[in-house]
């Protein structure tokens, strides 16, 4: 199984910044997409960031200019750089990954889709 671990989270005045991380473990043969989420109380989940395996990226309106995704494939590892922080990002983060795992069985290794989320980190901006 592959288990994504979130890190970076926390409380910081408007105009501040964080750096959060995600890192991948498990038997992974490949990662295709990784992303960030978010999700405030009472509010739908909603796609931040993602980068793929090329490098393309795609950010939400809210996080244009202000947030930079990037990622270290080798590493298994993605991280989401937020400068200018707004009340309004106070959210729940969460970490996701699509990408090929490995099944191994007593007669051979098998490959299988997976698609992973992290268990979240939450920031606050608050003055």
């Known amino acids: 199984q592959v288990h994504l671990v979130e890190s970076g989270g926390g409380l910081v005045q408007p105009g501040g910044s964080l750096r959060l991380s995600c890192s991948a473990s498990?038997?992974?043969?490949?990662?295709?997409?990784m992303g960030w989420y978010r999700q405030a109380p009472g509010k739908q989940r909603e796609l931040v960031a993602r980068?793929?395996?090329?490098?393309?990226?795609n950010y939400a309106d809210s996080a244009k200019g202000r947030f930079t995704i990037s990622g270290d494939n080798a590493k298994k590892t993605v991280y989401l750089q937020m400068n200018g922080l707004k009340p309004e990002d106070t959210a729940a983060y969460y970490c996701?990954?699509?990408?090929?795992?490995?099944?191994?069985?007593?007669?051979?290794?098998?490959?299988?889709?997976?698609?992973?989320w992290g268990q979240g980190t939450q920031v606050t901006v608050s003055s």
């Open positions: 996701n990954m699509e990408g090929t795992d490995l099944r191994r069985t007593i007669y051979y290794i098998a490959s299988r889709n997976f698609n992973s």
């Open positions: 980068i793929t395996s090329g490098g393309s990226t």
């Open positions: 498990g038997s992974i043969a490949s990662i295709n997409v």
